[in-house]
């Protein structure tokens, strides 16, 4: 049974950081590319991060910058630094597993973690 288990998220003000993890279990997670993305309240879920089996990695053009995805494959986990955040980076943050070598789309994501909140005031 594969999970995914995100932690990390909270409440900061703006111009903060905070450090996501998404820990894995069940699958080979080497040979997934990992995700992360967001829903913010009645919004769309919305692509943020990306990073391929063999390390590549990909952004929105709104975080690229600011937002650090890594993976460590000895640990079984994605990370998501974020810094300088922003009250318009409120959302549920939830990672994700795909098969392809890269993508951001959710459809083409396998594996979901229920999400973690993240808060930015101003």
């Known amino acids: 049974q594969v999970q995914l288990v995100e932690s990390g998220g909270g409440l900061v003000q703006a111009g903060g950081s905070l450090r996501l993890s998404c820990a894995a279990s069940?699958?080979?997670?080497?040979?997934?590319?990992m995700g992360w993305f967001r829903q913010a309240p009645g919004k769309e879920r919305e692509f943020v991060a990306a990073?391929?089996?063999?390390?590549?990695?990909y952004y929105t053009d709104s975080v690229k910058g600011r937002f650090t995805i890594s993976r460590d494959n000895a640990k079984i986990t994605v990370f998501l630094q974020m810094n300088s955040l922003k009250a318009e980076d409120t959302a549920v943050y939830s990672c994700?597993?795909?098969?392809?070598?890269?993508?951001?789309?959710?459809?083409?994501?396998?594996?979901w973690g229920q999400g973690t909140q993240v808060t930015v005031s101003s």
């Open positions: 994700a597993a795909s098969g392809y070598y890269y993508t951001d789309s959710p459809l083409k994501y396998d594996y």
């Open positions: 069940g699958l080979t997670f080497s040979r997934y590319c």
């Open positions: 990073i391929s089996r063999s390390g590549g990695t």
